[in-house]
T-cell receptor
Framework: EAQVTQNPRYLITVTGKKLTVTCSQN?????MSWYRQDPGLGLRQIYY???????DKGDVPEGYKVSRKEKRNFPLILESPSPNQTSLYFC?????????????FGSGTQLSVL | DQQVKQNSPSLSVQEGRISILNCDYT??????FLWYKKYPAEGPTFLIS?????DKNEDGRFTVFLNKSAKHLSLHIVPSQPGDSAVYFC????????????????FGQGTILTVHP
């Protein structure tokens, strides 16, 4: 089954404790991205990757890191989480071609930073 | 700066009637528009899209209309069903900006649609 898998689904942590949210896709997509969803703000892009070893900042990259060492995986790293990073996070992927920007999303990771 | 805006946080409709969800954008470089649907505890899923060379695209009960001069698009659901109750996100892309497809979508805030039986 074609899917984007995120782990964990729920995470509660404390300020400053490094964490990683994993994302994996099995559709051989070149493009992967992370979004956060906040009330009244919709989905905002954090980082994206056009292909292996190619990553770039989205609209709200502060406090986050990513890596793309393999095509299928795109982990999101919070080196020193803060309470304002409490949010619902989505990983997404798609083919890179310009004819269809249809993104496939994971089920989300609800992060609470205390 | 919110480049894609959905000004109605929520919409309530009776089953069988039409649901109309609206979306406005400010960036004139946007040339491809999509609607996503999101159920609780799930990720958004693609619903329907439209290119800027068209003004209407239809898929079953769902129709998207694009008014480029007004920088406005709308999603019509006819007839509405209780299973349509979800959050609907409008998204836009500037695919050919600079001759490169960035694959980046800019999303609106979302509209919660409730369809009552």
């Amino acid at each position: 089954e074609a899917q984007v898998t995120q782990n964990p689904r729920y995470l509660i942590t404390v300020t400053g404790k490094k964490l990683t949210v994993t994302c994996s896709q099995n559709m051989n997509h070149e493009y992967m991205s992370w979004y956060r969803q906040d009330p009244g703000l919709g989905l905002r892009q954090i980082y994206y990757s056009m292909n292996v070893e190619v990553t770039d900042k989205g609209d709200v990259p502060e406090g986050y890191k990513v890596s793309r060492k393999e095509k299928r995986n795109f982990p999101l790293i919070l080196e020193s989480p803060s309470p304002n990073q409490t949010s619902l996070y989505f990983c997404a992927s798609s083919f890179r071609t310009g004819t269809n920007e249809k993104l496939f999303f994971g089920s989300g990771t609800q992060l609470s930073v205390l | 700066d919110q480049q894609v805006k959905q000004n109605s946080p929520s919409l309530s409709v009776q089953e069988g009637r039409i649901s109309i969800l609206n979306c406005d954008y400010t960036n004139s470089m946007f040339d491809y528009f999509l609607w996503y649907k999101k159920y609780p505890a799930e990720g958004p899923t693609f619903l329907i899209s439209i290119s800027s060379i068209k003004d209407k695209n239809e898929d079953g009960r769902f129709t998207v209309f694009l008014n480029k001069s007004a920088k406005h698009l709308s999603l019509h659901i006819v007839p509405s069903q209780p299973g349509d109750s979800a959050v609907y996100f409008c998204a836009a892309s500037a695919r050919w900006a600079g001759g490169t497809s960035y694959g980046k979508l800019t999303f609106g805030q979302g509209t919660i649609l409730t369809v009552h039986p």
